[in-house]
């Protein structure tokens, strides 16, 4: 199970955290898992000021946590990276949940 968590208010980006293998299918063919890994590390990757976050990319885990002031260009790729993630869980939801804080 891939477990997502986001942390923001309407106004203020705080982190995106995503730990877990959805293990919806062999390692190697498992599509949930390279869908999640393509719209998280394809966004960061995406990212205009990466000094401005704290990130971390391990196999089966990643955080994305601001530690200062988020532009409108990173605003607009994280809610991105969200809507993506979303799309993902609605037709996998037995493999990928998201939680807002």
Known sequence: MIKI???KTDTKFNSLEV???ANS???GKDLVCAATSAVVIGGINNIENPKGFEIEVKSGYVK???IEEVSAH???VIETIICGLKT???ENND???IKAE
Request: charged fraction near 30%; avoid cysteine.
């Open 88 to 90: 993902i869980q609605e």
């Open 95 to 97: 493999f990928i949940t």
């Open 64 to 66: 994305l946590e601001a």
């Open 25 to 27: 299918a062999e390692y």
């Open 74 to 76: 990173d605003a607009i």
């Open 19 to 21: 730990k877990g293998h």
């Open 5 to 7: 968590k986001i942390s």
